[in-house]
């Protein structure tokens, strides 16, 4: 057996994203809860403040924290949970062999289950409701509301700077978050904060269109690949770069200890499709799943802390045979796993059948209904067809369902869409759900650059981000391909980060530019470190940059490679700017230009004396006018 | 001196594409021109027909070319040129040694001059016209416009397959391009055929709205960088992943000589920026230019072949205050140095003074104008800013000017702009510009993501061609860090590729769907050969692949190592078709399916009959019924 307190056994990285520094900000309803975000410091030369960055990393970015895997991080939410005296802690459901999966190879990689702790699961005291949606509704301003508002309102302090532009295509997106605000989203069901009682440690966020455009990535091992091991440390890899949560789609063996050694050490929200491990459970075989099976699923991941479940409810027998017309039928494993019981019994769906007493489950323990989209669709050709809709305007129904229980709900969606299909999709989960929020994979654009899915699905993740999608789910670079390593969660992260920010910039969302402005100037200014430290990857950025000029002096050079000196564009527009400047002379009397020869002669000459030269001292590089 | 003709001179990549054959299909009016396409044939088993792909890649993947780099390729269009009898050959402009720049270190890489050709240059008869439009106004269907019908049909055939869907804002695309369709999108300016005389090894291709959308490559060394050998790869590297032009960058020494290689060996139209040539004649001061200067400058590319010139004539002395107010100033290379030359000397622009002689040149040559935009945005905070469309509408005077001496033109646009103001750019060039093809960077939707910004770029550029853009300049991870090498320009020309493919979808061009129909029945049908070589990029998809399943046999195998043998979704919902297949029962007959108790018993009893099992032998894959 493996010795667990070695570092070797589970390595995760740990240390500051370069650039930048954790602090924890007081919310300002209550400065008892401290916010975590990161502050990017840049040089002092620039006179410029610190830029405010969403951080999503949790203590491992943190110095200070102390990281043991194998003992998890605190429980953050602890306090408030039993301060709301409305939980009980209970002998959990004895953990199973076959909670492990009876069948194949030990997919372990040598890693023990995790230690147990003495912790006891809670859930609601009996009858009772947990669920942020039930005290929103109550109009009880929780402290994770109050955290959600705080971490939201990143940047808004500069707000004063800025004439909000953009469209939002009906969105309400304010000025100013507060606590009260954020309670209201979640009362009326436009916003959700997955927050499982037995999660504690992950710190408080919300999904919600009024809300940042939040990303998803995917982890877990197949029957094929992977070990626990490298799952933790992509959990751990993928929230550095700015996952929002993280879905564990573990299928074979030792899922159970995969998700517990995840949930102990994840700051972020961890979702799962349970419909998974109950098939490992009767061995593959979908036919002999069972409600039974699948509820007893459902407790096990309820009591570990998973913070929301994908359901497949909405693939109904009647649906089935409309994705028999299609060109790649059913793409979702879930969905098909469905499909094929509902086939083989020749009955409805048990997911449909029991959904009331899921949602009884759900509100126990604050779980939030991720509703599957089952029968999304796998192909460009199979994009908005008649499966689709009718699956989703079933989803409409159930959330409805849910929320009569004020259980939380979010909505799954496609899939493979061109983009003049996208918006489609947009204003009819919209109309069917209630504005419920909308998850989407992607959508992928085109079905023909395999390897290059990130970007396919980017176009249309930013896109469908835009009209009003609340979380994107990451695609990496082997998407239809194979098992994503630690690169492509790295890739698939950081390209789904900027397509969620040229969302929240499209939709005129508060500040979103304060930081696409900072490097914009770091670049006119040729602040080459704060260029760097100011992307969403600063390792790559600079790497890119030293594959050319590698000599540390390029890096306060006044040109950048692309030119070289004599051509640089940026710094003949620092210079256009200066001359403009001195002269004090409004646009206006540059119009009338022909009438003032004699002017234009004496400028051409004031020009001339100050040198004509393409280098200014750094310190005579004076700020642009924002004017 | 170095041996030219040794291979390790200039090595390119040459073979073909794996996956697929080069074919020339004779042109339907013209059977005498052989117009270059590939074709990829499917698995036998699948019984679909091959696919024919549109080809940029020249003679480089013909096994059957002879590829002499030093003897540069055929002249397909000499003969077409010489039938029209009103062109002249003449003695050249001599070379100068200023021609390839007077500082700087020698940047050849050992590469001598070409070998000079005995060939003279042709240009028009004197006062004579031999530009495409002046053709098209004439009424005559040129053989350039005879290949580039037959090139633009691909696909076509199939088109009775499908409905066409989509959105394109205006467009008027034809079910079936004919050569009368081309010559008269040329003759009203809504196309451009790039075809300079003196590039006669150029394969006709146009750019317009109406047309399949294009990209370009961006090459070239600079001042501080790369060498004349790898330039020329490049080219041939970027066509090989679907460049339909490349634009030579080149600064610094040795600019006449990359230039002449590169012509010599491109089987697509060259652009180029001569005012980057003309300032190293002046050694890099811009006050130092002259009209003089530029204009020997343009007959020298002239008589090398450059097919379309960009020329900043819309950098006018008035603007330039303008873009004094803004974060990034001018990021435009010709634009900054137009600037600097109109404060030095507070005279007009040269360029917009002499507007008519250039195109006095242009025609002589058949020269298409690509009027650049100086004053494009540099950040999100200048998009759409009062000097861009300052600008933008000068170009749109220019347009027309050109026009009257019937000469090609296409325009020049952003840059950095947030996506809610992207469709802004569109329409108003339209309308500023007469639909003159529209030919944009990008543009890029947010400016926080250096190293990864042919994705914030590749977003922007999908829905600027979806909306109208003809052709889309390529922008590689290196943007605004460095200079792109081999494997920069590939991911560039990919995800360029991609974007410009979902376009075409978006605005439902007739078959553009065709490829991504056969990639994803291939996908379904768990034909991995066919779904890597349908791919725009095949190694790349066999190589991700690969990393998770390297097994030969994986690539037959009916699961993807995404889920693994139990869990495979295409698997499951194959038997969810042959199942509803085999009741022979129209969807209705489920829908009343709860008056169905026998039924569905009966049903229930057939499939387990039929064994459940997940794997059928691959003749028991049926084909999807597209009914």
Redesign the interface.
């Known amino acids: 057996m493996a010795d667990i307190n070695s570092r070797l056994e589970i390595g995760v990285t740990t240390g500051p994203i370069r650039g930048s520094r954790k602090i924890y900000v007081p919310a300002q309803a209550n400065p008892s809860i401290k916010v975590a975000m990161r502050e990017i410091d840049l040089e002092p030369s620039s006179g410029e403040p610190p830029v405010r960055v969403y951080d999503t990393s949790g203590p491992y970015t943190d110095p200070d924290a102390v990281i043991d895997i194998s003992a998890g991080l605190p429980a953050l939410r602890r306090e408030w949970q039993l301060a709301r005296g409305d939980v009980e802690g209970y002998e959990p459901r004895e953990v199973k062999p076959e909670d492990n999966g009876q069948l194949g190879p030990d997919r372990s990689g040598g890693v023990p289950a995790f230690p147990t702790t003495l912790r006891k699961p809670l859930r609601a005291k009996a009858g009772g409701n947990i669920s942020q949606m039930y005290y929103a509704k109550q109009g009880i301003i929780t402290p994770e509301m109050e955290y959600v508002a705080e971490r939201e309102n990143l940047g808004r302090a500069r707000l004063a700077q800025y004439n909000r532009?953009?469209?939002s295509f009906g969105a309400a997106i304010p000025d100013y978050v507060t606590p009260e605000f954020v309670r209201d989203e979640v009362a009326r069901g436009r916003a959700i904060i997955p927050s499982n009682v037995n999660h504690p440690e992950s710190e408080p966020m919300a999904i919600g269109r009024n809300f940042l455009v939040k990303i998803n990535a995917n982890i877990g091992n197949?029957?094929?690949?992977s070990d626990v091991a490298s799952e933790v440390d992509k959990m751990v890899w993928s929230i550095r770069w700015g996952a929002d949560t993280v879905m564990d789609l573990s299928?074979?063996r030792n899922i159970h200890d995969t998700r517990e050694w995840i949930l102990r050490n994840s700051p972020v929200p961890i979702g799962t499709v349970p419909i998974?491990q109950a098939?490992e459970k009767v061995g593959?075989?979908?036919?002999d799943l069972t409600w039974d099976i699948f509820r007893d699923t459902l407790i096990e991941q309820a009591e570990q802390g998973v913070d929301y479940f994908t359901i497949h409810a909405g693939v109904r027998?009647?649906f089935?045979?409309?994705?028999?017309?299609?060109?790649?039928?059913?793409?979702?494993?879930g969905?098909?796993?469905m499909?094929?019981w509902c086939?083989?019994?020749?009955?409805?769906s048990f997911l449909y059948e029991h959904y009331d007493e899921i949602t009884e489950i759900m509100k126990a323990y604050d779980i939030a209904y991720s509703l599957g989209d089952g029968l999304r669709p796998?192909?460009?050709?199979d994009a908005n067809d008649e499966a689709q809709f009718a699956e989703l305007y079933t989803l409409g129904e159930l959330t409805k369902k849910a929320w009569e229980q004020d259980v939380q709900v979010m909505i799954e969606g496609p899939g493979?869409v061109?983009?003049?299909?996208i918006k489609e999709n947009m204003d009819k989960q919209l109309e069917a759900c209630g504005e419920a929020p909308f998850y989407t994979l992607g959508p992928l654009?085109?079905?023909?650059?395999?390897?290059?899915d990130?970007?396919?699905s980017?176009?249309g993740a930013?896109?469908i981000g835009?009209y009003g999608t609340a979380m994107l789910c990451y695609v990496t670079?082997?998407e239809?391909?194979?098992?994503p390593?630690r690169d492509d969660v790295k890739v698939g992260v950081?390209?789904y980060?900027?397509?969620a920010?040229?969302?929240d910039?499209?939709?005129?969302h508060p500040a979103a530019?304060v930081?696409?402005?900072a490097?914009?100037?770091a670049?006119?200014e040729f602040r080459w470190r704060d260029?760097?430290n100011?992307?969403?990857?600063p390792d790559?950025?600079e790497?890119?940059?030293?594959?050319?000029?590698p000599a540390e002096g390029a890096k306060t050079a006044h040109f950048?490679?692309?030119?070289?000196?004599?051509?640089?564009?940026?710094k003949?527009?620092?210079?256009?700017?200066d001359?403009?400047?001195k002269q004090n002379?409004p646009?206006t009397g540059?119009?009338a230009?022909e009438d003032a020869e004699k002017g234009?002669?004496e400028?051409?000459r004031v020009?001339?004396d100050k040198g004509?030269e393409l280098y200014l001292p750094a310190d005579e590089v004076t700020e642009?006018?924002?004017?």
């Open positions: 532009s953009g469209e197949s029957a094929v690949a299928t074979g998974y098939l593959g075989i979908a036919e027998l009647p089935i045979p409309l994705a028999a017309k299609r060109m790649t039928g059913i793409v979702s494993r969905g098909s796993i499909a094929k086939l083989a019994h020749h009955k409805e796998g192909s460009i050709y493979h061109p983009m003049h299909k654009t085109t079905d023909i650059a395999p390897g290059y990130h970007i396919t980017g176009i930013a896109q835009w670079p082997k239809h391909l194979g098992l390593d950081v390209t980060k900027l397509a920010h040229a969302a910039l499209a939709k005129g530019q930081r696409d402005d490097l914009s100037k670049r006119f260029q760097f100011l992307s969403l990857d790559t950025a790497e890119y940059h030293d594959q050319t000029l950048c490679s692309m030119c070289g000196p004599k051509f640089c564009s940026m003949i527009s620092q210079e256009v700017r001359f403009a400047a002379q646009s540059f119009l230009v234009m002669e400028m051409s020009y001339k004509n642009p006018n924002k004017a």
